[in-house]
């Protein structure tokens, strides 16, 4: 694996040991020979995916904090981003994967197994259906989500997952600001406060949001409402 993109990682001040640089790799060539027969992202090229989807990902750390010995869930995942570079930089951290298509979560299953990662949960679901479960509502400290919908969809999918206390975070492009804008009623309305959007460091915006108070019961809605019909 060259090492520019570790380099840069590095100068954001997230630096890869030797052991983390070859759990890396290893992933690069699980998800290269996995895409060949599934399309798990149109990213298929080693170095674009050591940009576009490794440093891009773990660029949330400098957001997100110390994250070992805490607890995240990663909404619609697919092949296992932002929540797999994550767990590799912070290896104490509880991570959840959800990701409701079959195949892609066979794949996550295989990168865990591979890379012999404790403490990582992969669940093949909707997430509107785990909001209504004791086992994850409020239950996690960060619900993040990366190109997963709209953001006064995503907010539906993700406030109802996390904690009181804790907080969102959702990696958004060019139009962050007027989604922030869309998503504020349907942020009060689930238990959200204090929206803040502050440029990433690669590409696109960070969008966090706190969880300042549970959740009412009726959200999240059945699966596909949030989308059919946004709050």
């Known amino acids: 694996m060259t090492q520019d993109w570790v380099a840069e990682a590095a100068r954001l001040g997230l630096p890869l040991s030797a052991a983390q640089q070859a759990q890396f790799a290893a992933y ?12 798990l992202t149109a990213v298929r090229t080693p170095e674009a995916i050591r940009h576009r989807h490794f440093l ?3 660029s949330c750390g400098l957001v997100l904090g110390e994250l070992n010995g805490r607890s995240l869930i990663d909404v619609g995942t697919g092949a296992g981003f932002p929540g797999l570079p994550l767990k590799l930089l912070y290896p104490e951290l509880q991570l959840t994967l959800i990701e409701s298509v079959g195949k892609k ?5 295989t990168v865990v197994a591979e890379l012999d990662l404790a403490g990582v949960t992969v669940v093949t679901e909707r997430a509107e259906t785990l909001g209504q479960q004791p086992a994850f509502r409020e239950q996690f400290d960060w619900a993040v989500a990366r190109a997963v919908a ?11 997952l996390c904690r009181v206390g804790g907080q969102v975070l959702a990696q958004k492009g060019e139009r962050a600001a007027e989604e922030v ?3 504020e009623t349907a942020v009060s309305l689930l238990g959200g406060g204090n929206l803040h959007v502050q440029p990433a460091p690669l590409d696109g915006h960070f969008v966090l949001i706190d969880k300042v108070t549970p959740t009412p019961a009726a959200y999240p809605r059945r699966p596909g409402m949030p989308s059919k019909r946004p709050l």
């Open 181 to 183: 804008a869309e998503a």
């Open 105 to 109: 979560a066979a794949f996550l299953q």
């Open 28 to 39: 690069e060539v699980l998800l290269l020979l996995w895409n060949e027969r599934l399309n």
């Open 150 to 160: 709209p953001l006064r969809v995503l907010v539906e999918y993700l406030l109802p």
């Open 56 to 58: 891009d990902s773990l």
